[in-house]
Nanobody, 121 residues
């Protein structure tokens, strides 16, 4: 059983910062790409940032220069540093990872449970 467990969300004032974490646990061979997505009520889940196993990153335009994705392969953890937060960043943030699991030796797409980020004064 593979799980992604997120932490770090909360309520923050505009201009503030948060650091989200997502740790993978369970029985697996390896983790390939990891990423963060976000979703607001009534809208589709959207890509925020991704990072490959070698560290190459990709960001959606609206967060470039404010968000930083990183990962610690030894800890099977991906992070999202969020700076200069805006009210429009308010959303549930979901972690995603492509993981090769031991039982099937196939790559599966896994999601975390989501963590709420609210930006408000």
């Amino acid at each position: 059983q593979v799980q992604l467990v997120e932490s770090g969300g909360g309520l923050v004032q505009p201009g503030g910062s948060l650091r989200l974490s997502c740790a993978a646990s369970g029985s697996f061979f390896s983790i390939y790409a990891m990423g963060w997505y976000r979703q607001t009520p009534g809208k589709q889940r959207e890509l925020v940032a991704t990072i490959t196993s070698s560290g190459s990153t990709n960001y959606t335009d609206s967060v470039k220069g404010r968000f930083t994705i990183s990962r610690d392969n030894a800890k099977n953890t991906v992070y999202l540093q969020i700076d200069s937060l805006k009210p429009e960043d308010t959303a549930v943030y979901y972690c995603n990872a492509q993981i090769v699991i031991i039982t099937t030796k196939l790559m599966n797409n896994f999601w975390g449970q989501g963590t709420q980020v609210t930006v408000s004064s």
